[in-house]
C-alpha cells in the first residue's frame, strides 16, 4: 500500500465517523467523554444512538436492537427510533424489541410480532384490527425495495456468519494504542491519585531508613527497606490494574462481537499503555526512595534497583491482566490474584532464605520474581563493597530470625544471604521471562474468554 492509499483511506474513515456523528445528532458532544456512574458525560439519548452509531462503524446488514427506547423520555425515544427508521430507508433491515411501545412506535415499524408468554400472538403489517394487549412487541423496520442497494447485505451472501476483520493486525494494534493514550490522558484525577500514592508511599519508607549507612547495625534495615520496596508493588499497583482492566471489559465483548479488532490486538495494546503509567510511577517512586535512603550511587546499583523496581510493576500488571481474563470477574479476581503474589513473595529471600526453605516449597522459591530481583539488587549493592564498617573478620551476628551470617565484607554478607554472584545476569534473564510468561498467559486467557462470551 503506498503512502497515498494509506492517506486516502485515513481521510475515508475520518469522513465516515463524522457522517455517523452528524446522522446521528453527535456532533455537538463529539469530544465529550462517555461517562460513567462517578464521571459526567453523555447523556441516556446521547449513549444510545452512540451505541448505535458505533455498531454502524463495520456495516452490518442487519441490526438487532434490544430494548432501544428503555430508559427514555418519550421524546429522546422518539430521535432514537428516527435514526433507526433512516437506516431502514438506507437499506438495513432493523429488528427491535419492545416492551409495550407507544403508538407512534407501532406506526414507524413495516412489520408487527407480537409475542405473549413466549408465543406469537399476532404478525403483520399493522395492529388496526388487533385488540389485545401484549407484553412485548417485535418491529422490524426495513423498505424492501431499497434492500438490495445495501452493499453490506449483498456480500454478506456469501460470507459467514461472522465477519473477519479487514483491517492488519498491526493497524488494529496501533489505533487501540492511540486509543488507549487518549484514554490515560483524560483519566487526570485517576493518575493524580496514583501519583501521590506513589508519592506518599515512598516518601514514608524513605523517612523510616532515611540515610542509612552501610554498617554491621544497619543490615538487617538495608535488607528490609530494599525488599519492601519491591513489596510496594502489590499495594500500588495490583489491585487498581485489576479494577481498570475489567471496566473495559463489557466494551472489549461487545466492539469484538462487531468484527471492530480482534482480541489479542487489544489486549497487547492495553498491556503497552498501561505499561507506560508503571513504567513512570516506579521510576518516580525510586528517586525518592533510593536517594533519601543513601544507598550506593554507582551506576551498577542505580540501575540495577531501577530496573528491577520497573520490572516488578510490569510484572504486577500482567499477572492481575491474566488473572482477570482466566476468572471473568473483577470480585473473583482480586482473591484469586494475592493468592498467586503472596506465597511467591513470601519466599522471595528475606523472610527465609532459599537454602532454608522445605523442599515441598522449593518450587515457589524458583518461581518467585522477588527472590531474583532480590538477589539481583543485592549483589549490585554489596558485590563491590570491601568491609563493612562495625564488623570484624570474625564476628557473627545473630538475628532474631534464627538466621546467622558473618559480618565481615560485602562478598561476603552476599552469601550468607544463599545468594550467588554468578547468578546475577540469571536474575535479569528469570524476570524478563516470567513478565514474558504472565504477558503470554494473559493474552491466552482473553482472547479465550471473550470468544467464549461472544
Known amino acids: 500500500m503506498t503512502s497515498h492509499q494509506r492517506n486516502q483511506s485515513r481521510a475515508k474513515r475520518h469522513a465516515r465517523v463524522q457522517q455517523l456523528l452528524k446522522r446521528f445528532g453527535l456532533k455537538n458532544c463529539e469530544h465529550t467523554p462517555i ?8 447523556s441516556r439519548g446521547e449513549k444510545k444512538r452512540l451505541t448505535i452509531a458505533c455498531e454502524l462503524l463495520t456495516d452490518p446488514p442487519v441490526m ?17 427510533m428516527k435514526c433507526l427508521k433512516g437506516l431502514a430507508r438506507d ?10 411501545p407507544a403508538t407512534w412506535v407501532y406506526q414507524m415499524a413495516d412489520r408487527l410480532v407480537l409475542l405473549c408468554q413466549g408465543r406469537v400472538a399476532y404478525e403483520g403489517p399493522d395492529l388496526q384490527h388487533y385488540k389485545y394487549q401484549c407484553p412485548l412487541t417485535i418491529l422490524s423496520l426495513q423498505q424492501s ?3 438490495p442497494k445495501s452493499p453490506s447485505l449483498r456480500s454478506s451472501r456469501s460470507e459467514n456468519s461472522r465477519k473477519t476483520v479487514r483491517r492488519s493486525w498491526l493497524f488494529q494494534f496501533q489505533t487501540l494504542v492511540a486509543r488507549g493514550l487518549v484514554q490515560i490522558s483524560r483519566r487526570k484525577r485517576y493518575i493524580a491519585a496514583r501519583l501521590a500514592l506513589t508519592v506518599l508511599v515512598s516518601w514514608f519508607l524513605g523517612m523510616v531508613y532515611l540515610q542509612v549507612p552501610i554498617h554491621k547495625d544497619h543490615l538487617l534495615g538495608i535488607k528490609g527497606v530494599v525488599f519492601a520496596a519491591l513489596q510496594m508493588n502489590n499495594i500500588l499497583y495490583m489491585m487498581p490494574s485489576l479494577i481498570s482492566f475489567w471496566e473495559d471489559y463489557p466494551v472489549v ?6 468484527n471492530m479488532y480482534s482480541a489479542s490486538a487489544y489486549f497487547m495494546a492495553r498491556s503497552l499503555t498501561d505499561s507506560i503509567l508503571h513504567l513512570i510511577f516506579p521510576i518516580i517512586f ?4 533510593y536517594f533519601m535512603i543513601g544507598l550506593p550511587v554507582t551506576f551498577k546499583a542505580i540501575s540495577t534497583f531501577l530496573v528491577m523496581c520497573v520490572a516488578m510493576s510490569m510484572i504486577i500488571t500482567s499477572l492481575s491482566h491474566a ?3 482466566l476468572c471473568g470477574d473483577v470480585t473473583i479476581s482480586m482473591s484469586v490474584a494475592p493468592l498467586i503474589s503472596v506465597p511467591v513473595m513470601v519466599f522471595g529471600g528475606f523472610l527465609i532464605t532459599v537454602d532454608a526453605v522445605p523442599w515441598y516449597y522449593k518450587p515457589l522459591s524458583y518461581i518467585s520474581w522477588y527472590h531474583y530481583a532480590f ?15 562495625g564488623c570484624s573478620p570474625n564476628f557473627t551476628m545473630f538475628l532474631p530470625t534464627q538466621l546467622n551470617f558473618e559480618c565481615s565484607t560485602g562478598l561476603q554478607f552476599i552469601k550468607d544471604q544463599d545468594f550467588d554472584v554468578s547468578n546475577f545476569w540469571w536474575d535479569f534473564g528469570a524476570v524478563g521471562l516470567i513478565l514474558a510468561f504472565w504477558n503470554v498467559f494473559g493474552l491466552v486467557a482473553f482472547v479465550c474468554t471473550v470468544r467464549r462470551w461472544s
Open 35 to 42: 461517562g460513567s456512574q462517578t464521571i459526567t458525560g453523555l
Open 375 to 389: 538477589e539481583a539488587i543485592m549483589t549490585a549493592l554489596f558485590e563491590d563493597h570491601g568491609k563493612i564498617e
Open 286 to 289: 525510586f528517586n525518592i526512595i
Open 91 to 100: 437499506g438495513k433491515i432493523v429488528v427491535c424489541t419492545i416492551h409495550q
Open 323 to 325: 488473572v482477570v481474563s
Open 145 to 147: 425495495s431499497k434492500l
Open 253 to 258: 465483548v461487545r466492539e469484538y462481537q462487531s
Open 64 to 80: 438487532f436492537c434490544d430494548e432501544p427506547t428503555t430508559g427514555l423520555d418519550s421524546f429522546t425515544a422518539c430521535e432514537v
